[in-house]
């Protein structure tokens, strides 16, 4: 009979061979996107591992999550879906960790063609606006935070009607800007990265900001596998992560946010949406 010892190594070699039902599900908000690609073939290469990336607004794919029979890590693009996640018993919230930041800004074609200026300029006749749906997108919850912070009830309703539509991920927001569909857009700053030769970010004011987001991650309770989850986690966190999430500049430090915006400001929390926000 082998030894206890043996038996163990035995186990530990065999699982570590690339193949031997290795597989991971990541369950991501779609602001991740472009980082989140790269670093999942990076680790299948020097891993074996598979890794099935699914996509959409932080919400959404959080309830495909709850219904999925499998899942691993959850990667959402804000604080307040990850706080629902674990009030659920979807995540281990002692797994959770802080992968990028975000910053909001206001979203325009490239050359500005209507002289986007600052917030209030959203709020001019025949401006076409589109936002993330708060419901399900993180980036929905940062703009209604925005506008209901820095804006009058006159000038709300000025705003709301130039609304062309909400869009139910990071992705359409950026695309509908893109292809000129609308004017602008309360976006991530990051955006002006994903497509630099159709759209560009003009920053809000400093004191507009209420908070910076932060991109979370956690392991999923419905993991077969939690320490492979978590090597995933790890290699996130890694300088080789944090390379890739800085060639697609992310900020990866909350440092590189504040500098970004001008000044220090709060990390993350939860933002309640207004009900008349909610459809």
Known sequence: MLSKFLLSLLILTTISLPGYGKDLIVFSGAAGRPPLEEVAKIFERVTGV??????????????QMAL???????????????????RKGLVF???????????????????NP????????????????????????????????IIESNLSDSEKALL????VTYMETCEKVATAVSLKMVDAAIGWEVFQHWDPNRIESIPL??????????MPVAIST????????????????????????????YFATPEEAFAWVGEKKPIGGVYVVPGEWVK
């Open 114 to 145: 209507k002289g986007i200026r600052g917030l209030r300029d959203l709020i001019r006749p025949g401006i076409r606006l589109v936002l993330a749906n708060p419901e399900v997108v993180a980036l929905g919850v940062y703009a209604v935070e």
């Open 160 to 163: 709301k009607k130039n609304i």
């Open 222 to 249: 419905r993991t077969t596998n939690k320490q492979l989850g978590l090597r995933f986690i790890d290699f996130l966190l890694s300088d080789q992560g944090k390379r890739v999430f800085r060639k697609f500049n």
């Open 205 to 214: 004011r400093k004191e507009e900001i209420k908070r910076i987001g932060y």
């Open 93 to 111: 919230p002692e797994t959770e960790r802080r992968v990028a930041f975000l910053v909001p800004a206001i979203v325009v074609q490239k050359g």
């Open 50 to 63: 598979k890794v099935r990336l699914i996509f959409s607004g932080s919400g959404v794919v959080l309830s």
């Open 68 to 86: 999925s029979p499998k899942s691993d890590v959850y990667f959402p693009a804000s604080s307040e879906f990850m706080e629902i996640a674990k």
